[in-house]
């Protein structure tokens, strides 16, 4: 076999610009595993990368997909602690919208206790960047409170199920009542920013004393408002600005609870740190899965990879609660 299917973005644009096309069967390198792709988390990264909004970082695979649960298939020099027919799930640099992506030894975890192929192909990419953003860079302590924006997105609900199932209290946005009923579900008190501005409701909620960590993926005039949102010494971690990568701050806000605006991006990071993020996410999570206090990630719809367009047209929708996911053999 010296080839694979894949999906290829014909140029900038909508779901339409998404075709199946062959290609070469990669190689793995030194440190890497190629793993045979079976399930692929969906991310609005892909929909930004297909838009030609988030192009990947130099040397990155061009491909969409930036996670997948399967096999290994072959392993790279040095690599010892993955064998061929392993099953894993992995964080990969680009290239999960194939039959067959390489990617570092060190990004592929077993599946965490109890999960299926396809709540396995949904966790990496958040279950990375939720607990390095929202436990390492905002440092969410114990006591503390959490305001999730977007919380019935993939991000946003693992973020709630993870904060409520560590002791914390959470307030999460959403934009339906039906969303408003499913996020309740899962332990938090929603938002409904239709209808109400989040910042009153915020402050209703919480007495006055402010929340101490968000999690936005939104920006533009949420920067601002989110300020207004913060307890004293209050972090706002930033993981995307869906309406806009612009803000006007109103500084004395900031200065007056000591605030911490910060943010990161996870793909751009090295082998070596999201190895170390890898390790941190099993220390942590995987005791709380195996005893129960965590459910696996929510999954919203499984589509076959032939039907990538209508997946993505899905995901444009907003519709979804939590995960979208493709499967080569559904």
């Given at each position: 076999?010296?080839?694979?299917?894949?999906?290829?973005?014909?140029?900038?644009?909508?779901?339409?610009?998404?075709?199946?096309?062959?290609?070469?069967?990669?190689?793995?390198?030194?440190?890497?595993?190629?793993?045979?792709?079976?399930?692929?988390?969906?991310?609005?990264?892909?929909?930004?990368?297909?838009?030609?909004?988030?192009?990947?970082?130099?040397?990155?695979?061009?491909?969409?997909?930036?996670?997948?649960?399967?096999?290994?298939?072959?392993?790279?020099?040095?690599?010892?602690?993955?064998?061929?027919?392993?099953?894993?799930?992995a964080l990969?640099?680009?290239?999960?919208?194939?039959?067959?992506?390489?990617?570092?030894?060190?990004?592929?975890?077993?599946?965490?206790?109890?999960?299926?192929?396809?709540?396995?192909?949904?966790?990496?990419?958040?279950?990375?960047?939720?607990?390095?953003?929202?436990?390492?860079?905002?440092?969410?302590?114990p006591g503390?409170?959490?305001?999730?924006?977007?919380?019935?997105?993939?991000?946003?609900?693992?973020?709630?199920?993870?904060?409520?199932?560590?002791?914390?209290?959470?307030?999460?946005?959403?934009?339906?009542?039906?969303?408003?009923?499913?996020?309740?579900?899962?332990?938090?008190?929603?938002?409904?920013?239709?209808?109400?501005?989040?910042?009153?409701?915020?402050?209703?909620?919480?007495?006055?004393?402010?929340?101490n960590v968000?999690?936005?993926?939104?920006?533009?005039?949420?920067?601002?408002?989110?300020?207004?949102?913060?307890?004293?010494?209050?972090?706002?971690?930033?993981?995307?600005?869906?309406?806009?990568?612009?803000?006007?701050?109103?500084?004395?806000?900031?200065?007056?609870?000591?605030?911490?605006?910060?943010?990161?991006?996870?793909?751009?990071?090295?082998?070596?740190?999201?190895?170390?993020?890898?390790?941190?996410?099993?220390?942590?999570?995987?005791?709380?899965?195996?005893?129960?206090?965590?459910?696996?990630?929510?999954?919203?719809?499984?589509?076959?990879?032939?039907?990538?367009?209508?997946?993505?047209?899905?995901?444009?929708?907003?519709?979804?609660?939590?995960?979208?996911?493709?499967?080569?053999?559904?």
């Open positions: 076999m010296t080839s694979m299917r894949c999906v290829q973005v014909e140029g900038p644009g909508g779901p339409e610009v998404l075709r199946l096309a062959e290609m070469p069967l990669p190689e793995p390198g030194p440190g890497e595993v190629r793993l045979k792709v079976q399930a692929v988390g969906m991310n609005r990264a892909d929909i930004a990368q297909r838009a030609g909004t988030y192009p990947p970082p130099p040397g990155a695979n061009p491909l969409l997909g930036l996670e997948a649960a399967g096999t290994v298939d072959a392993v790279g020099e040095g690599v010892d602690t993955l064998h061929a027919g392993d099953a894993v799930c990969t640099p680009g290239g999960a919208y194939a039959q067959y992506v390489c990617v570092p030894a060190s990004h592929c975890l077993p599946f965490p206790p109890g999960f299926d192929l396809v709540q396995a192909a949904a966790f990496p990419e958040a279950a990375w960047t939720v607990w390095s953003n929202v436990y390492e860079q905002a440092r969410l302590a503390e409170r959490l305001l999730v924006h977007g919380g019935a997105s993939g991000v946003g609900s693992f973020a709630i199920q993870l904060a409520v199932a560590r002791g914390h209290e959470v307030l999460a946005t959403v934009g339906s009542a039906q969303k408003a009923a499913i996020v309740e579900g899962w332990g938090a008190r929603a938002i409904r920013y239709r209808e109400e501005r989040f910042e009153d409701r915020v402050t209703e909620l919480t007495g006055g004393r402010g929340v968000i999690l936005d993926m939104v920006g533009g005039d949420y920067t601002a408002r989110n300020v207004r949102c913060l307890a004293l010494d209050g972090r706002l971690v930033q993981i995307a600005f869906q309406q806009g990568a612009t803000a006007t701050l109103e500084w004395m806000e900031v200065l007056r609870r000591r605030a911490v605006i910060t943010g990161t991006l996870l793909r751009p990071r090295s082998v070596e740190d999201k190895a170390r993020i890898g390790t941190a996410v099993v220390r942590e999570l995987w005791p709380l899965y195996a005893s129960g206090r965590l459910a696996p990630p929510v999954v919203d719809r499984v589509f076959p990879m032939t039907e990538v367009q209508a997946a993505h047209a899905y995901m444009d929708s907003g519709r979804h609660v939590g995960k979208i996911v493709l499967a080569w053999n559904p």
